[in-house]
């Protein structure tokens, strides 16, 4: 089955969400929705994810998933929006609670904040079957950049998140607690084995050196030929010394700390205060 695939790329954050509809009938996912965040002002904005609303709404659509790929670290995620204004299940690896556990203590969130993943409607794990109206959805669990990261293949589309990139920028960092440079390895391989002509959706872009435009759609046959950290077979001790020297060059990604305290609870901001304002933490000297 071949679903219609429209992307959205927000060039703040380099990220590219998508939804995923049926070829025919009217349901559809949506995959990594942005909120916008003004980091100096501390205000959000729904711009981006508007967008996303009117393309649903002027189709028609019916959104039956809101679909993370992984706890994002540079953007944070409009799940709980959209689901206001369009509907659908929140879903999310179910290693969440993983991720929940290390950022809680991070955060040194109280006991009020569940590290059950209960934050979220559905906790999806490896071989997990869903459906997007008649269209099937089935789940690969692909760690590496994050314990908790999945790849959505949904007909002939996988939606990888942050593990390939486009073959002439590589691969995603894993140097962020609970990642893993081997990890991530297996991870691609198991993404490689699909078919040559599976379409692979990726989660940024940041144009590679010498591209002028960005791009984000690609193919397994595209990926296993060219992709310039893993193509041509690479083998893991290659890649691990690759992955692992490149990432002790990385800065942290600019809006790491709100990012994870928003979206470990699955989009929603911490609670409020008793006069009802809501704060973000600073850990100093944590990550
Ligand atoms: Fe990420």
Not at 26 to 41: F, N, R, T
Not at 47 to 66: C, K, P
Not at 80 to 106: A, N
Not at 158 to 171: I, K, Q, R, S, Y
């Amino acid at each position: 089955m071949t679903p219609e695939v429209k992307a959205f790329f927000d060039e703040v954050t380099n990220t590219v969400s998508y939804v995923v509809k049926e070829p025919e009938g009217s349901a559809c996912a949506i995959i990594d929705a942005v909120l916008d965040y003004d980091q100096a002002a501390g205000r959000t904005a729904t711009t981006s994810a508007d967008e996303i609303v009117a393309w649903v709404e002027a189709r028609g659509l019916q959104t039956q998933w809101i679909l993370e790929s992984h706890v994002h670290a540079d953007h944070l995620s409009a799940a709980p929006y959209l689901q206001e204004q369009l509907g659908g299940k929140i879903g999310i690896g179910e290693q969440i609670t993983v991720v929940q556990d290390t950022f809680g203590k991070v955060f040194n969130e109280g006991t009020q904040f569940q590290r059950d993943g209960s934050q979220f409607d559905r906790l999806f794990r490896e071989g997990d079957v869903f459906m997007i109206g008649q269209m099937r959805g089935e789940v690969l669990h692909t760690p590496g950049h994050t314990p908790a990261c999945l790849t959505y293949v949904i007909g002939d589309a996988a939606f990888v998140g942050d593990t390939l990139f486009m073959p002439d920028f590589g691969t995603a960092r894993c140097d962020f607690p609970g990642g893993s440079s081997s990890e991530l390895y297996r991870s691609i391989q198991k993404i490689l084995a699909l078919p040559d002509d599976t379409r692979i959706f990726v989660g940024h872009d940041y144009k590679a050196p010498g591209r002028s435009d960005y791009a984000w759609e690609t193919t397994v046959g595209e990926q296993k030929a060219l992709n310039v950290h893993i193509g041509q077979g690479r083998s893991l001790e290659e890649f691990v010394e690759m992955r692992d020297a490149r990432d002790a060059t990385l800065g942290m990604p600019r809006l790491i700390l709100p990012s994870l305290q928003v979206n470990m609870r699955a989009g929603q901001m911490p609670e409020p205060d008793e006069q009802g304002d809501v704060f973000l933490k600073i850990p100093i000297n944590k990550i």
